[in-house]
């Protein structure tokens, strides 16, 4: 079946005329202006909120990797090998993460630890992997 030129004219114009339809309106949109954010990655509120959480401060003297028939061996008075010498700064642990190297004191009878050097933040690691 073949339809005509003329054919399509009518039905154009019985589906919506045959003129080209008007230009909608558009108005400008106006937008309010957004506030400043502070700089990403900085705080400027009080960190005192925090005072009250707890953390987990650990002192890491060394590791070492045993074997299951060797600890089974373990008893008392038993020495186990540690991977520093001694007098080697430590790791300190804040939740199992590696943040900071420092040295072991004795001050009254008790061991402390001077902190010699904080890690930034990404060189921090779990504790077990570098060294």
Do not use: C, H
Not at 5 to 11: A, Y
Not at 32 to 42: D, K
Not at 116 to 121: E, F, G, L, N, V
Not at 126 to 131: L, M, R, S, V
């Amino acid at each position: 079946m073949v339809i005509t030129e003329q054919e399509i004219r009518r039905l154009v114009e019985r589906f919506g005329g045959g003129g080209a339809p008007a230009a909608p309106q558009v108005a400008p949109v106006r937008f309010s202006e957004l506030p400043r954010e502070p700089a990403a990655g900085r705080v400027k509120a009080s960190l005192s909120y925090l005072d009250d959480v707890q953390v987990n401060l650990a002192a890491e003297l060394g590791s070492t990797t045993l074997k299951v028939r060797d600890i089974l061996a373990l008893g008392e008075g038993s020495v186990i090998r540690l991977d520093r010498a001694a007098g080697d700064n430590i790791d300190l642990l804040l939740n199992g993460l590696k943040f900071a190297r420092g040295e072991v004191l004795v001050i009254n009878n008790l061991f402390a630890i001077r902190v010699s050097s904080i890690y930034p933040p990404q060189m921090r690691e779990p504790a077990g992997e570098g060294k």
